[in-house]
Structure formats: structure tokens, C-alpha cells
């Protein structure tokens, strides 16, 4: 990887790293993106701390472009892909996924919930 690939990529991850923190979730980055400096696997760039016993572990990719079809369309929350033979995977933005964690975790969430340009999160009773 070059040297501009690889800035981009860490000032990917630091941003990533900070918007949990924005939201009063812990979140640290590992160093040279290297899991194991976390004592996790290599692959992960991104540990969050959700409550004592609970974390997640992140890899942060940040691509010149993502094919529109991973992308959820205007109106829908979450996007669920699956290559033949394969698992399933969920996209969604990353306020929608800290809004989850954060009603999950009990983190407060009094405020509103997270809107992007596709439109505010739909929530039920709301």
C-alpha cells in the first residue's frame, strides 16, 4: 500500500474512532491498524467497548467508490446483500449502526435519532 493509501487510511480510521466517541461510546484504534497491538486479531483496526464484558471489533475500508447496489436505496434503513452460496450481510450507515449500539447498550437516547441525506431513520411509534 503507498504512503497516501495508507494516511487515507488511518485518517479513515481516526474518523471512525472519533464519531463513537462523539457519542460517548469507547472506542480506540489500533496502532498501525494492527489488532494484535489491541491483543485482538491483525485484521481489526477499531476496538468499541460497549459495556464490561462486550466489545466490537472494526475493520475500517474506505474505497474510492461502492457499487450502488451494497448502497440502501432513499427510504430504506438497512440493505441486506448476499453473493450465491454465501452469508448474509447488512449495510447501513454508521449513525444508523451507533443509534442501534447505543439503544442496545443503554446509552442514553433521549435526542433524536440519527438523519443522513437519504432521510431520518425510520423508528417504530415515532
Given at each position: 500500500?503507498?504512503?497516501?493509501?495508507?494516511?487515507?487510511?488511518?485518517?479513515?480510521?481516526?474518523?471512525?474512532?472519533?464519531k463513537?466517541?462523539?457519542?460517548?461510546?469507547?472506542?480506540?484504534?489500533?496502532?498501525?491498524?494492527?489488532g494484535?497491538?489491541?491483543?485482538?486479531?491483525?485484521?481489526?483496526?477499531?476496538?468499541?467497548?460497549?459495556?464490561h464484558?462486550?466489545?466490537?471489533?472494526?475493520?475500517?475500508?474506505?474505497?474510492?467508490?461502492?457499487?450502488?447496489?451494497?448502497?440502501?436505496?432513499?427510504n430504506?434503513?438497512?440493505?441486506?446483500?448476499?453473493?450465491?452460496?454465501?452469508?448474509?450481510?447488512?449495510?447501513?450507515?454508521?449513525?444508523?449502526?451507533?443509534?442501534?449500539?447505543r439503544?442496545?447498550?443503554?446509552?442514553?437516547?433521549?435526542?433524536?435519532?440519527?438523519?443522513?441525506?437519504?432521510?431520518?431513520?425510520?423508528?417504530?411509534?415515532?
Open positions: 500500500m503507498g504512503s497516501s493509501s495508507k494516511r487515507k487510511g488511518f485518517a479513515y480510521e481516526r474518523e471512525v474512532v472519533k463513537f466517541q462523539e457519542v460517548n461510546l469507547e472506542a480506540q484504534r489500533a496502532y498501525a491498524s494492527d494484535r497491538s489491541l491483543g485482538l486479531a491483525s485484521n481489526v483496526d477499531i476496538k468499541v467497548s460497549l459495556d464484558n462486550t466489545s466490537l471489533n472494526v475493520q475500517a475500508k474506505r474505497r474510492k467508490a461502492i457499487a450502488d447496489y451494497i448502497k440502501p436505496e432513499p430504506v434503513d438497512a440493505q441486506v446483500i448476499r453473493e450465491d452460496r454465501g452469508e448474509s450481510y447488512v449495510v447501513i450507515t454508521l449513525d444508523t449502526f451507533i443509534h442501534i449500539l439503544r442496545a447498550y443503554g446509552y442514553n437516547t433521549e435526542e433524536a435519532p440519527p438523519s443522513d441525506e437519504r432521510g431520518e431513520l425510520h423508528t417504530e411509534g415515532k
